[in-house]
């Protein structure tokens, strides 16, 4: 009977341990809140002209970076969280927490744990601070495309 209740155990344990659990806190890697679904842009003003200096596209399980230029090119690749974190071993999302008015996650670059805030203004904007530990974030602002 003992032998019995230890391999249950063991097999219980094998399975809550397996390899795919890596701390992302759901099978799609990122998980973020409802309310910051949707496609979000930052501007930039030079005082003669208010172009789109970055984009944030948000779905259910990625968050997609973009960057432009001055002339409304963008200015790298978009970068997808899901396609660099979620697929890749070696760089992983380390902690994400969220709620009606937050939503947070941290990963690994190299040694360095890299912290993303996204902090709710109201329903069509948020601050998003994006730094490494130690730095001071900026605190970004983002509204509803």
């Given amino acids: 009977m003992k032998k019995i209740i230890y391999l249950v155990f063991l097999t219980t344990t094998i399975i809550s341990c397996s390899s795919s659990d890596n701390n992302n806190a ?13 496609s979000w842009v930052k501007y930039y003003s030079n005082g003669m002209e208010t172009y789109i200096d970055s984009k944030i596209v ?7 970076y973009y ?24 760089l992983y999302i380390v ?3 969220s ?4 939503y947070m ?8 744990i890299v912290y993303h805030y996204f902090y ?3 329903s069509t904007s948020f601050s998003y601070d994006n730094f490494a530990s130690g730095a001071d974030p900026d605190g970004d602002v983002y509204v509803k495309e």
């Fill in 26 to 38: 759901s099978s799609g890697c990122l998980n973020p809140p409802s309310w910051l679904l949707g």
């Fill in 58 to 64: 948000i779905t259910n399980n990625d968050v997609v």
């Fill in 67 to 90: 960057d432009y230029q001055s002339d409304g090119n963008l200015a790298s690749t978009p970068l997808s969280v899901k396609d660099s974190y979620c697929a890749n071993s070696s």
């Fill in 95 to 97: 902690n994400q927490e």
């Fill in 99 to 102: 709620n009606n008015e937050f």
């Fill in 105 to 112: 996650w941290n990963d690994t670059f190299g040694n360095t």
């Fill in 120 to 122: 709710k203004l109201s």
